[in-house]
């Protein structure tokens, strides 16, 4: 992991000095910071980030009506997998925004979800996919997968549809793509089953693989059309939008690395280091991959949680990692179109179908037919070849 670490920090390092050059450039010809200090960067960023990309998400909800973008989901699913989805009105919902789907297969039921949407008092805030019930043989017969798919979005006002952000889109298609790791297995045992007993560093992958629709030309028009006028996303906008997308991403990119260099060296070293050493490690560290100067005073190893807590010790990596192995995955259907049934039913068949079953880089190397390159990740990155 360390190989893989350093060889992502000597190709993006290059470029993120680039772009902090270009923040300095900015930051003094227009805001007058001559010496651009570490706590001026993220306001000098977000500047940048309005001159060069100003692009509001308020411009964006007329093409996201909420069930135009849910069908659409629905279809590109469709058309990868050759599943069929169905509203089961029958099913006894637990709130009336709620409604429940199943996923039907040569018309038989394969899993079922509900999807909960919207924001309402009461509901927990943010996004996620949670399982209801687990695929797994019992005395009584197979169960089929059920998920919880939810969200919140803000709600429709009287009988115009919900608009939602591109954010918002992204984010279902994220939480989407955990559901169909949970409900598109074909495991039995539920220690295994769908999302459970998937490595650490892999669960992230069908989940940001999906985003990837919401990116992309074809995909956009299965899921979005203006509310008054039904016209798909014009090109301009989408242009500025993944620019956007893009925007110091090579800064972002060594920040990372910055961090899951720090965890996992700290975590390889024979004896527990005292506070000299972990300031040392960290400044080393930071002489290899930072592209911004840090405060002398900066103690942030003192407030980095994930090194001893939440389980990411030595973990951080897998953030990146889960990105190699998406962006990877994706570059599969690029080169045979982000459509090919025949790329779905054996990202399918190698992937979702899995679960914990078999080891992750065995699952990914079988679909691809190699072992994962961060190639894919730097180009979508907008990271150019050093
Ligand atoms: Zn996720």
Known sequence: MLDFLNDLAQRAVPQAREEFAELQDFASQELGLENLQPW?????????????????????????????????????????????????????????????????????????????LYAREGKRGGAWMADCRVRRQTSDGLQLPIAFLTCNFTPPVGDKPALLTHDEVTTLFHEFGHGLHHMLTRQTIADISGINGVAWDAVELPSQFMEN????????????????????????????????????????????????LFDLRLHHQASAPDASHIQALLDEVRQQVAVMPAAPFNRFQNSFGHIFAGGYAAGYYSYKWAEVLSA????????????????????????????????????????????PSVEPLLRHSGIRAA
């Not at 997308?245 to 800064?251: E, R, V």
């Not at 570059?331 to 459509?339: K, M, P, T, V």
């Open 40 to 116: 001026d960067v993220g306001y000098a960023s977000e500047k940048l980030r309005e001159a060069r990309h100003a692009i509001s998400q308020e411009q964006l909800r007329p093409y996201f009506p909420a069930p135009r973008v849910v069908e659409g989901l629905f279809s590109v699913v469709e058309r990868l997998y050759g599943v069929r989805f169905e509203e089961d009105e029958q099913v006894t919902c637990y709130h009336p925004d709620v409604r429940y789907f199943q996923i039907t297969e040569n018309d038989t039921p394969i899993a079922g979800f509900y999807l909960d």
């Open 328 to 371: 990877d995955a994706w570059s599969a259907f690029e080169e045979e179109g982000i459509f090919d049934p025949t790329t779905g039913q054996r990202f399918r068949q190698h992937i979702l179908e899995q679960g914990g079953a078999r080891d992750a880089a065995e699952l990914f190397a079988a679909f691809r037919g190699r072992e």
């Open 213 to 260: 629709y919401c990116w992309e030309r074809e995909g956009l028009d299965l899921l979005a059309a203006h509310i008054d006028t039904d016209e798909p996303l014009p090109g301009e906008l989408l242009e500025r939008l993944q620019a956007a997308k893009n925007f110091q991403s090579a800064m972002g990119m060594v920040r990372q690395l910055e961090f899951s």
